[in-house]
């Protein structure tokens, strides 16, 4: 490209219009302003900018000369007239009398704005995904699971969303950004210590990868940190739970999958998610045998469970219904296929149709512990049936030590528990003491 340099004249609106008319292909038009050195017009073919043009201050060790000139582009006659680009240059020349190079900053600037639109908490959400089933779990050996590392990126995508911070670059997060989650999950202290946690995870790998220099959760005082919830007590006896087991069969919203799964839940100790994910490859109808691999539980081990006639009769009915698969979900959302999440509305229905309250699908875990407890089954074995890694009788030395199963006392034990329910569900068993439950 020829280069025409003309100058130095005062540079005015009238300068600008005659030399954009002059524009020619392949030509650059470089105009010096008179009144302040270094600021100049540059006219392309198609475009104009004023730049500024400095020599560093000091010399080159190498070659003991000067350094050689740079230039910074201030803008355009569109966002810049006259008078503010020399404002901007004479702001620039004080620069590098100071001994700063502007070239090198902006270039650095952008650079860094780069770094930041490619780091903002969205897309290394995505990232953190991707990398978390790869990462140890936190207590004992191997890895976190699947259900465990999707629950983990839920929590902390729900945290960054309450913050509005998708788009922040990760770098600009501070500690009033978490103050401002806090303050909007104060009504849901479970949910927050939850997403708190997860969030402090995350920013941990964050940390871990190079993206922060410092983790901002670490810079709220315990003291403002969300507070686990106080543990509930609800139980509920064998003839309330028919009462829930009669209701799901006239909650009219609900369709046959979620009275089944709903029903499954009542029958045996398992955790919904779990109970949720099940699937037929895992179930032996000749047996009565439940087996869960370790990366569909909770703390990862794999599990057994022995189903009785109740949960039997359930699984049955809908092995026959689904015409007899060997794999897929025992109990598949109606919709997607996939394991079902609406347990809250499945609840309210539930509640309507029993008009009654005051409990929570994971009462039925802690109702059935009660009750094994109070024929006198051994805790051990309640503990094996629920599968308590850390529970009295599993955890610490005892853990270590103590591998035995216990199996025909656990078969024995759930035999119990759905004789008692099998009882209540056709209204021959009295119930015993309970913390009370309100009506809805």
Not at 185 to 192: D, E, I, L, M, T
Request: hydrophobic fraction near 40%.
């Amino acid at each position: 490209m020829k280069v025409t340099r003309e100058g130095p004249v005062r540079i005015t609106r009238t300068t600008i219009e005659a030399a954009w008319a002059r524009r020619a292909k392949d030509q650059r038009l470089v105009i010096g302003d008179a009144e302040c050195r270094g600021l100049a017009l540059v006219v392309n073919p198609s475009t104009m900018a004023w730049v500024y043009s400095y020599k560093p201050r000091g010399t080159d060790p190498a070659t003991g000369k000067r350094f050689a000139s740079k230039s910074v582009t201030i803008g355009n006659p569109e966002t810049h007239s006259p008078p503010d680009a020399r404002t901007q240059a004479e702001a620039l020349k004080g620069a590098t009398k100071a001994g700063r190079d502007p070239a090198a900053e902006k270039r650095a600037k952008i650079a860094e704005d780069a770094v930041k639109r490619a780091g903002t908490l969205e897309r290394l959400l995505e990232e953190y995904g991707e990398d978390l089933p790869s990462r140890p779990k936190m207590r004992g050996t191997g890895l976190i699971t699947a259900a465990h590392a999707a629950a983990e990126l839920t929590h902390a995508k729900a945290a960054v969303a309450a913050m509005r911070a998708e788009k922040k670059p990760a770098r600009d997060m501070a500690p009033e950004d978490l103050r401002t989650f806090l303050r909007a999950a104060a009504k849901s202290p479970g949910v927050a210590r939850a997403r708190f946690g997860a969030l402090s995870r995350f920013f941990d790998w964050l940390l871990e990868e190079g993206h922060i220099a410092v983790n901002p959760c670490d810079a709220i005082p315990k003291s403002r940190r969300p507070r686990p919830p106080a543990p509930r007590k609800g139980l509920l006896r064998p003839d309330q739970l028919a009462v829930l087991w009669h209701a799901a069969g006239r909650a009219e919203e609900l369709q046959t999958v979620h009275r089944d799964l709903f029903r499954f839940l009542i029958a045996i100790p398992a955790r919904r998610n779990e109970a949720a994910g099940m699937d037929w490859k895992h179930v032996d109808l000749t047996q009565g045998v439940w087996t869960q691999p370790g990366r569909l539980t909770k703390n990862g081990d794999p599990h057994r469970l022995s189903l009785h006639p109740l949960a039997m009769d359930i699984l049955r009915q809908r092995f026959e219904a689904a015409k007899k698969p060997k794999t897929g979900l025992v109990f598949p959302a109606p919709r997607s296929g996939k394991p079902i999440t609406t347990w809250r509305d499945m609840k309210a229905e539930i509640v309507k149709a029993a008009e009654l309250d005051g409990w929570t699908i994971h009462d039925f875990r802690r109702s059935f512990a009660t009750f094994l407890g109070e024929i006198g089954k051994s805790e051990a074995v309640v503990d094996a049936i629920l599968n308590h890694r850390q529970a009295a009788t599993r955890g610490g030395v005892l853990g270590v030590y103590q591998w035995s199963k216990r199996w025909p006392e656990q078969a024995a034990a759930m035999e119990a528990w759905g004789a008692a329910l099998q009882a209540a569900v056709k209204g021959e068993q009295p119930g015993g003491d309970v913390v009370p439950l309100r009506r809805a």
